[in-house]
Protein backbone atom coordinates (compact mmCIF):
# COMPACT_ATOMS: atom_id res chain seq x y z
CA UNK A 1 0.00 0.00 0.00
CA UNK A 2 1.01 3.49 -1.16
CA UNK A 3 0.27 5.44 2.38
CA UNK A 4 0.33 8.64 0.04
CA UNK A 5 4.60 8.02 0.77
CA UNK A 6 5.39 9.00 -3.30
CA UNK A 7 3.99 12.51 -2.49
CA UNK A 8 6.10 13.56 -0.46
CA UNK A 9 8.81 15.42 -1.80
CA UNK A 10 12.25 14.47 -1.76
CA UNK A 11 14.52 17.03 -0.17
CA UNK A 12 18.36 16.25 -1.29
CA UNK A 13 19.15 19.49 -2.54
CA UNK A 14 19.30 23.29 -2.17
CA UNK A 15 17.48 23.44 -5.29
CA UNK A 16 15.12 20.74 -3.80
CA UNK A 17 13.91 23.37 -1.26
CA UNK A 18 13.71 26.01 -4.05
CA UNK A 19 11.00 24.01 -5.29
CA UNK A 20 9.32 23.39 -2.36
CA UNK A 21 9.44 26.68 -1.42
CA UNK A 22 7.83 28.05 -4.36
CA UNK A 23 4.92 25.37 -4.04
CA UNK A 24 3.75 26.81 -0.81
CA UNK A 25 4.64 30.72 -1.20
CA UNK A 26 2.47 33.35 -2.71
CA UNK A 27 4.01 34.22 -6.57
CA UNK A 28 5.03 37.89 -4.74
CA UNK A 29 6.93 36.24 -2.31
CA UNK A 30 8.72 33.50 -4.31
CA UNK A 31 9.68 35.92 -7.34
CA UNK A 32 10.86 38.75 -4.97
CA UNK A 33 13.83 36.03 -3.48
CA UNK A 34 13.77 33.87 -6.79
CA UNK A 35 14.57 37.02 -9.15
CA UNK A 36 16.61 39.72 -9.96
CA UNK A 37 17.55 42.87 -11.73
CA UNK A 38 16.29 43.94 -14.93
CA UNK A 39 17.08 40.43 -17.71
CA UNK A 40 18.28 38.81 -14.22
CA UNK A 41 21.67 38.10 -16.64
CA UNK A 42 24.05 38.91 -13.41
CA UNK A 43 22.14 36.90 -11.47
CA UNK A 44 22.22 33.84 -14.06
CA UNK A 45 26.44 34.57 -14.48
CA UNK A 46 26.73 34.27 -10.57
CA UNK A 47 25.56 30.51 -10.95
CA UNK A 48 26.89 30.03 -14.42
CA UNK A 49 30.31 31.05 -13.62
CA UNK A 50 30.50 29.65 -10.48
CA UNK A 51 29.79 26.22 -12.07
CA UNK A 52 32.88 27.00 -14.82
CA UNK A 53 35.19 26.68 -11.20
CA UNK A 54 36.61 23.19 -12.23
CA UNK A 55 38.31 21.55 -8.85
CA UNK A 56 41.14 19.02 -8.96
CA UNK A 57 40.51 15.72 -7.79
CA UNK A 58 43.30 14.28 -5.65
CA UNK A 59 43.48 11.01 -3.71
CA UNK A 60 46.12 8.93 -1.36
CA UNK A 61 46.27 12.61 0.40
CA UNK A 62 45.40 11.25 4.03
CA UNK A 63 42.10 12.79 4.73
CA UNK A 64 40.71 10.90 7.29
CA UNK A 65 40.33 14.21 9.57
CA UNK A 66 38.88 16.87 8.79
CA UNK A 67 38.67 20.44 9.91
CA UNK A 68 36.19 22.40 8.63
CA UNK A 69 36.61 25.33 11.30
CA UNK A 70 38.03 28.87 10.52
CA UNK A 71 38.47 32.06 12.07
CA UNK A 72 37.03 35.17 11.31
CA UNK A 73 37.41 38.76 13.06
CA UNK A 74 39.13 36.70 16.56
CA UNK A 75 36.23 33.96 16.50
CA UNK A 76 36.63 30.39 15.72
CA UNK A 77 33.74 28.51 14.49
CA UNK A 78 32.94 25.06 12.97
CA UNK A 79 32.40 26.34 9.54
CA UNK A 80 33.06 28.57 6.60
CA UNK A 81 29.92 29.86 6.28
CA UNK A 82 27.13 32.30 8.01
CA UNK A 83 23.69 33.15 7.13
CA UNK A 84 23.64 36.68 4.69
CA UNK A 85 21.22 38.93 5.43
CA UNK A 86 17.62 39.21 3.80
CA UNK A 87 14.84 42.13 3.76
CA UNK A 88 11.42 41.00 4.93
CA UNK A 89 12.62 37.18 6.09
CA UNK A 90 9.59 36.71 8.51
CA UNK A 91 7.47 36.95 5.65
CA UNK A 92 8.65 33.29 4.44
CA UNK A 93 7.79 31.70 7.72
CA UNK A 94 6.18 33.07 10.65
CA UNK A 95 8.30 34.92 12.30
CA UNK A 96 11.08 34.24 9.94
CA UNK A 97 14.27 35.61 11.19
CA UNK A 98 13.87 34.04 14.73
CA UNK A 99 13.43 30.52 13.03
CA UNK A 100 16.38 31.01 10.86
CA UNK A 101 18.83 32.07 13.40
CA UNK A 102 17.77 29.92 15.47
CA UNK A 103 18.94 27.35 13.39
CA UNK A 104 22.36 29.00 12.80
CA UNK A 105 22.87 29.44 16.22
CA UNK A 106 22.38 25.16 16.48
CA UNK A 107 25.39 24.98 14.30
CA UNK A 108 26.93 28.24 15.68
CA UNK A 109 27.54 30.41 12.99
CA UNK A 110 26.53 33.93 12.60
CA UNK A 111 23.15 35.07 11.17
CA UNK A 112 22.74 38.59 9.54
CA UNK A 113 19.61 40.48 10.31
CA UNK A 114 18.85 43.14 7.89
CA UNK A 115 17.88 46.14 8.33
CA UNK A 116 14.71 45.45 6.56
CA UNK A 117 13.64 42.61 8.21
CA UNK A 118 10.44 41.92 9.89
CA UNK A 119 11.75 40.84 13.13
CA UNK A 120 13.97 43.61 15.04
CA UNK A 121 17.31 43.35 16.70
CA UNK A 122 15.85 42.59 20.13
CA UNK A 123 13.51 39.70 18.58
CA UNK A 124 16.06 38.17 17.15
CA UNK A 125 18.33 38.26 20.15
CA UNK A 126 16.22 36.89 22.45
CA UNK A 127 15.34 33.98 20.21
CA UNK A 128 19.52 33.46 20.33
CA UNK A 129 20.47 34.53 23.28
CA UNK A 130 24.40 33.30 23.12
CA UNK A 131 24.90 33.15 19.83
CA UNK A 132 26.84 35.12 17.46
CA UNK A 133 24.35 37.56 15.70
CA UNK A 134 25.46 40.22 12.82
CA UNK A 135 23.26 43.18 11.95
CA UNK A 136 23.40 44.54 8.19
CA UNK A 137 23.00 48.57 7.99
CA UNK A 138 21.95 50.00 5.27
CA UNK A 139 22.65 53.84 4.62
CA UNK A 140 19.15 55.61 5.53
CA UNK A 141 18.76 59.60 5.09
CA UNK A 142 18.31 59.66 8.62
CA UNK A 143 21.42 59.74 10.33
CA UNK A 144 20.57 60.03 13.95
CA UNK A 145 18.09 57.06 13.77
CA UNK A 146 21.01 54.94 11.98
CA UNK A 147 23.15 55.98 15.16
CA UNK A 148 19.99 54.54 17.39
CA UNK A 149 20.18 51.35 15.57
CA UNK A 150 24.05 51.12 15.75
CA UNK A 151 23.43 51.81 20.11
CA UNK A 152 20.69 49.03 19.99
CA UNK A 153 23.18 46.56 18.11
CA UNK A 154 25.59 47.21 20.65
CA UNK A 155 23.34 47.12 23.45
CA UNK A 156 22.24 43.37 21.89
CA UNK A 157 25.30 41.89 21.34
CA UNK A 158 25.81 42.12 18.07
CA UNK A 159 29.39 40.80 16.97
CA UNK A 160 29.63 42.73 13.56
CA UNK A 161 28.35 45.59 11.59
CA UNK A 162 27.42 44.68 8.18
CA UNK A 163 27.58 47.87 6.00
CA UNK A 164 25.55 47.19 2.47
CA UNK A 165 26.84 50.43 0.25
CA UNK A 166 25.54 48.83 -2.81
CA UNK A 167 22.08 50.00 -2.64
CA UNK A 168 21.98 53.94 -2.71
CA UNK A 169 18.63 52.84 -4.30
CA UNK A 170 16.80 49.86 -5.10
CA UNK A 171 17.08 47.91 -8.27
CA UNK A 172 15.09 47.77 -11.51
CA UNK A 173 12.91 44.44 -10.88
CA UNK A 174 10.81 43.59 -13.69
CA UNK A 175 9.62 40.36 -12.03
CA UNK A 176 8.27 42.26 -8.36
CA UNK A 177 6.03 44.54 -11.10
CA UNK A 178 4.30 41.55 -12.48
CA UNK A 179 3.70 39.85 -9.47
CA UNK A 180 2.77 42.45 -7.09
CA UNK A 181 5.20 43.11 -5.06
CA UNK A 182 5.28 46.54 -5.95
CA UNK A 183 3.18 48.63 -8.19
CA UNK A 184 -0.13 49.77 -7.49
CA UNK A 185 -2.31 47.17 -7.73
CA UNK A 186 0.33 45.17 -5.12
CA UNK A 187 -1.81 45.54 -2.21
CA UNK A 188 -5.07 43.36 -3.70
CA UNK A 189 -3.13 41.20 -6.04
CA UNK A 190 -1.03 40.23 -2.78
CA UNK A 191 -4.09 38.89 -1.56
CA UNK A 192 -5.61 36.99 -3.94
CA UNK A 193 -2.48 35.14 -4.40
CA UNK A 194 -2.31 34.76 -0.17
CA UNK A 195 -5.49 32.92 -0.74
CA UNK A 196 -4.52 30.58 -3.10
CA UNK A 197 -1.59 29.46 -0.42
CA UNK A 198 -3.56 28.66 2.66
CA UNK A 199 -0.89 27.48 4.68
CA UNK A 200 1.32 30.02 4.39
CA UNK A 201 -1.56 32.54 5.06
CA UNK A 202 -2.53 30.60 8.48
CA UNK A 203 1.44 30.24 8.94
CA UNK A 204 2.38 34.34 8.13
CA UNK A 205 -0.62 35.88 6.93
CA UNK A 206 -2.57 35.76 10.23
CA UNK A 207 -0.16 34.03 13.23
CA UNK A 208 2.98 35.95 11.78
CA UNK A 209 1.79 39.24 12.78
CA UNK A 210 2.90 41.85 13.30
CA UNK A 211 3.72 42.65 9.50
CA UNK A 212 6.00 45.73 10.07
CA UNK A 213 9.98 45.85 9.20
CA UNK A 214 10.55 45.54 12.99
CA UNK A 215 13.58 47.80 13.47
CA UNK A 216 11.91 50.47 11.91
CA UNK A 217 8.70 50.31 13.22
CA UNK A 218 9.99 52.71 16.39
CA UNK A 219 9.71 55.75 13.69
CA UNK A 220 7.43 54.75 10.85
CA UNK A 221 4.74 52.57 13.10
CA UNK A 222 1.84 51.26 10.96
CA UNK A 223 3.58 53.06 7.68
CA UNK A 224 6.23 50.31 7.95
CA UNK A 225 4.83 47.52 6.81
CA UNK A 226 4.10 45.57 3.32
CA UNK A 227 2.15 48.25 1.49
CA UNK A 228 4.76 49.93 -0.41
CA UNK A 229 8.19 48.38 0.28
CA UNK A 230 10.20 49.26 -2.24
CA UNK A 231 8.99 52.29 -2.73
CA UNK A 232 9.53 53.24 0.58
CA UNK A 233 13.72 52.21 0.59
CA UNK A 234 14.28 54.17 -3.06
CA UNK A 235 12.50 57.09 -0.62
CA UNK A 236 14.51 56.75 2.34
CA UNK A 237 17.92 55.28 1.26
CA UNK A 238 20.44 57.67 0.92
CA UNK A 239 22.72 57.96 -2.34
CA UNK A 240 24.75 60.46 -1.39
CA UNK A 241 26.88 58.85 1.02
CA UNK A 242 30.53 58.91 0.46
CA UNK A 243 33.72 56.96 1.59
CA UNK A 244 34.35 59.49 4.26
CA UNK A 245 31.06 58.63 5.69
CA UNK A 246 32.80 55.73 7.32
CA UNK A 247 34.64 57.86 9.91
CA UNK A 248 31.35 58.45 11.38
CA UNK A 249 30.14 55.15 10.94
CA UNK A 250 33.75 54.30 12.70
CA UNK A 251 33.28 56.53 15.48
CA UNK A 252 29.71 55.45 16.39
CA UNK A 253 30.79 51.54 16.10
CA UNK A 254 33.75 50.04 17.82
CA UNK A 255 33.24 46.40 16.68
CA UNK A 256 34.34 44.47 13.46
CA UNK A 257 32.88 46.44 10.63
CA UNK A 258 32.42 44.74 7.34
CA UNK A 259 31.21 46.13 4.07
CA UNK A 260 29.16 44.21 1.99
CA UNK A 261 28.73 45.21 -1.92
CA UNK A 262 32.30 45.28 -3.19
CA UNK A 263 32.93 44.09 -6.97
CA UNK A 264 35.65 46.51 -7.64
CA UNK A 265 39.35 46.57 -6.99
CA UNK A 266 39.66 50.12 -6.27
CA UNK A 267 36.53 50.46 -4.13
CA UNK A 268 38.34 46.78 -2.29
CA UNK A 269 41.29 48.98 -1.61
CA UNK A 270 39.28 52.06 -0.32
CA UNK A 271 37.57 49.98 2.29
CA UNK A 272 40.61 48.39 3.47
CA UNK A 273 41.94 52.13 3.35
CA UNK A 274 39.19 53.88 5.30
CA UNK A 275 39.43 50.71 7.97
CA UNK A 276 37.06 48.23 7.52
CA UNK A 277 38.27 44.68 9.38
CA UNK A 278 36.05 42.82 6.45
CA UNK A 279 34.58 42.81 2.84
CA UNK A 280 31.97 40.90 1.09
CA UNK A 281 32.59 40.71 -2.36
CA UNK A 282 28.96 40.88 -3.19
CA UNK A 283 26.57 42.22 -6.43
CA UNK A 284 23.07 41.73 -4.10
CA UNK A 285 22.67 38.44 -5.51
CA UNK A 286 22.00 40.08 -8.98
CA UNK A 287 19.20 42.15 -7.52
CA UNK A 288 20.71 45.70 -8.38
CA UNK A 289 22.52 46.27 -11.18
CA UNK A 290 22.40 43.43 -13.96
CA UNK A 291 25.23 43.41 -16.16
CA UNK A 292 28.18 43.47 -13.84
CA UNK A 293 30.29 41.07 -12.89
CA UNK A 294 29.89 37.93 -11.28
CA UNK A 295 30.63 37.02 -7.89
CA UNK A 296 33.20 34.41 -8.85
CA UNK A 297 34.85 36.64 -11.66
CA UNK A 298 35.46 39.63 -9.72
CA UNK A 299 36.85 37.74 -6.43
CA UNK A 300 39.91 36.50 -7.54
CA UNK A 301 41.66 40.09 -8.47
CA UNK A 302 40.19 41.75 -5.10
CA UNK A 303 41.73 38.59 -3.23
CA UNK A 304 45.09 39.49 -4.72
CA UNK A 305 44.67 43.30 -3.83
CA UNK A 306 43.30 42.98 -0.23
CA UNK A 307 43.23 39.37 0.71
CA UNK A 308 46.07 40.01 3.38
CA UNK A 309 44.60 42.94 4.83
CA UNK A 310 41.34 42.26 6.10
CA UNK A 311 39.32 39.46 5.85
CA UNK A 312 37.48 38.57 2.71
CA UNK A 313 34.25 37.21 2.14
CA UNK A 314 31.55 36.51 -0.46
CA UNK A 315 28.15 35.83 -1.70
CA UNK A 316 25.95 35.20 -4.55
CA UNK A 317 25.42 31.56 -6.10
CA UNK A 318 26.28 28.97 -3.32
CA UNK A 319 23.65 26.66 -3.79
CA UNK A 320 27.09 23.63 -2.45
CA UNK A 321 29.22 22.12 -0.14
CA UNK A 322 31.28 22.71 -4.08
CA UNK A 323 30.56 26.22 -4.12
CA UNK A 324 32.09 26.66 -0.48
CA UNK A 325 34.98 25.26 -1.86
CA UNK A 326 34.89 27.25 -5.60
CA UNK A 327 34.70 30.15 -3.29
CA UNK A 328 37.54 29.72 -1.22
CA UNK A 329 39.47 28.67 -3.43
CA UNK A 330 39.43 31.59 -5.75
CA UNK A 331 40.27 34.07 -2.54
CA UNK A 332 37.10 34.18 -0.25
CA UNK A 333 38.06 32.86 3.69
CA UNK A 334 34.32 31.99 4.09
CA UNK A 335 30.69 32.91 2.22
CA UNK A 336 27.34 34.10 3.16
CA UNK A 337 24.28 32.26 2.20
CA UNK A 338 21.35 34.14 1.17
CA UNK A 339 18.90 32.31 -1.29
CA UNK A 340 19.53 28.93 0.03
CA UNK A 341 18.33 29.68 3.75
CA UNK A 342 15.19 31.79 2.46
CA UNK A 343 14.28 28.93 -0.05
CA UNK A 344 14.88 26.11 3.10
CA UNK A 345 13.34 28.35 5.22
CA UNK A 346 10.00 29.22 3.25
CA UNK A 347 9.68 24.55 2.68
CA UNK A 348 10.58 23.89 6.48
CA UNK A 349 10.94 26.95 8.63
CA UNK A 350 13.85 26.30 11.26
CA UNK A 351 13.66 22.80 10.59
CA UNK A 352 14.67 23.15 7.14
CA UNK A 353 17.40 25.73 7.77
CA UNK A 354 18.95 23.55 10.45
CA UNK A 355 18.71 20.61 7.72
CA UNK A 356 20.34 22.70 4.57
CA UNK A 357 22.88 23.26 7.15
CA UNK A 358 23.35 19.94 7.80
CA UNK A 359 23.73 19.08 4.17
CA UNK A 360 25.95 21.71 3.38
CA UNK A 361 28.37 20.72 6.28
CA UNK A 362 28.35 17.06 4.79
CA UNK A 363 28.93 17.96 1.16
CA UNK A 364 31.38 20.46 2.26
CA UNK A 365 33.63 17.64 4.05
CA UNK A 366 33.33 15.26 1.57
CA UNK A 367 34.34 17.56 -1.21
CA UNK A 368 37.39 18.21 0.82
CA UNK A 369 38.41 14.81 1.18
CA UNK A 370 37.58 14.13 -2.53
CA UNK A 371 39.91 17.21 -3.10
CA UNK A 372 42.79 16.29 -0.77
CA UNK A 373 41.99 19.47 2.05
CA UNK A 374 42.20 18.37 5.63
CA UNK A 375 41.85 21.90 6.64
CA UNK A 376 39.66 25.13 5.33
CA UNK A 377 43.01 26.92 5.54
CA UNK A 378 44.43 24.11 3.08
CA UNK A 379 41.81 25.20 0.54
CA UNK A 380 43.16 27.54 -2.17
CA UNK A 381 44.10 28.39 -5.75
CA UNK A 382 46.22 25.07 -5.63
CA UNK A 383 42.57 23.36 -5.58
CA UNK A 384 41.82 24.33 -9.23
CA UNK A 385 42.43 22.50 -12.21
CA UNK A 386 43.82 25.48 -13.84
CA UNK A 387 43.81 29.22 -13.95
CA UNK A 388 40.33 30.61 -12.18
CA UNK A 389 37.77 31.73 -14.57
CA UNK A 390 39.17 34.42 -16.83
CA UNK A 391 38.40 38.60 -16.38
CA UNK A 392 37.18 40.85 -19.28
CA UNK A 393 40.06 42.32 -20.45
CA UNK A 394 40.33 46.24 -18.74
CA UNK A 395 41.95 49.46 -19.72
Same mark, same amino acid.
Given at each position: ??????????????????????????R???????????????????????????????????????????????????????????????????????Q??????R?????????????????????????????????????G????????????????????? #?M?? @?G $? %??? +? !????????? *? /? &????????????????????????Q?????????????????????? #???? @?? $? %??? +? !????????? *? /? &??????????????????????????N???????????????????? #????????L????G??????????L???????????????????????????????????????????????????????????????????
Amino acid at each position: MDHGLTSMPIIASIDDFRAAARRRLPRFLFDYADGGAMGEQTMRSNRADLEQVIVRQRVLQDVANIDLSTSWFGRRQPLPVALGPIGIGGMFRRRGETQAARAAARHDIPFTLSTVGICSIAEVRAAMPDAPLWFQLYVIRDRGFMRELIALAKEKGVEALVFTV #DMPT @PG $I %RHR +D !LHSGMSGSH *G /P &LRRALQAMGKPGWAWDVGLRGRPHQLGNLAPVLGADSGMNDYIGWMA #DNFD @PG $I %RWK +D !LDWLRAAWD *G /P &LIVKGILDVKDAREAADYGADGIIVSNHGGRQLDGTLSVARALPAIA #DAVGDRLILLADGGVRSGLDVVRMLALGARGVLLGRAWLWALAADGEAGVDRMLTMLTKELKVVMMLTGCSSIDAIDASVLAGAPIPLPERT
